[in-house]
């Protein structure tokens, strides 16, 4: 199955975004400007290397801790792709599969990893780490995205075991995640993506923000989109041999 195909009205509010809520956003700053966006496939290693280079320094920038879970600070270098739900573990459904690299102080939503190795695998989420997540359209956040959220007694749902189980369409693989410089990369293992190969992806830079007190709001949306590596979010980009 393809990704749900992105609407014009959609590409127009990222478009209204990039000129005002993004620069309304106190992150929005050159750590979060895109130059490339790159997904290199290692045959000999059988990985795959996702990598994001922006102006600034890749990763300097993390969210202030709000002390809470509700409306908490959420930023992410985001890969939208159209690798299909069960590639990744998810059962078939509409959306967006997008490999999102996040740092939130707030809350710890990785609980099979340690990222920094303090024997504490509940205290990192300011860290760095990788999630899959499947994104759809969302008028009701001003980035025009959200999560895909269940309801708990839904049992054609179908997620990887190393999700943090939480009622959406989010996995926490633990793969590794490194920053040097203007770069932020992480490392697949091919296995974990069905062995493709063949896939279409794009680069967005973003802040997200959790809610658990209104109804009306998904539990995580995007409220401001920095930047689309291809200014279209088209999915123009090609892996890598």
């Known amino acids: 199955m393809k990704p749900k195909a992105i609407t014009f009205s959609l590409l127009l509010t990222i478009g209204v975004l990039s000129i005002s809520c993004a620069q309304e956003n106190p992150y929005n700053n050159d750590d979060f400007k895109i130059t490339n966006v790159e ?47 069960t590639d990744v573990g998810f059962n078939e459904t509409e959306g967006i599969v997008a490999l999102a690299l996040t740092s939130h102080p707030d809350f710890d939503d990785t609980p099979l990893w340690d990222e920094n190795n303090d024997k504490n695998y509940a205290n990192d989420g300011v860290i760095w780490h990788p999630h899959w997540v499947i994104l759809i359209e969302d008028k009701r956040v001003a980035g025009g995205f959200s999560v895909k959220q269940f309801k708990k007694a839904d049992e054609t749902v179908v997620l990887p075991p190393t999700n943090p189980g939480m009622p959406m369409y989010m996995d926490s693989p633990g793969y590794p995640v490194t920053t040097q410089g203007q770069s932020i990369k992480v490392v697949v293992p091919s296995y974990r993506m069905n062995n493709r190969t063949d896939f279409s992806y794009d680069g967005v830079t973003a802040y997200m923000q959790v809610n658990t007190s209104k109804e009306d709001l998904p539990m995580l949306g995007v409220y401001a989109v920095f930047g689309v590596a291809s200014g279209d979010l088209s999915l123009p980009y090609t892996v890598k041999q």
């Open 39 to 85: 997904v290199t496939h290692h045959q000999d290693l059988s990985i795959m290397v996702w990598e994001m280079t922006v102006t600034g320094t890749a990763g300097k920038t993390v969210p202030t801790k709000r002390g809470q879970l509700d409306e908490a600070p959420v930023l992410g270098y985001v890969f939208p792709s159209s690798l299909n739900p």
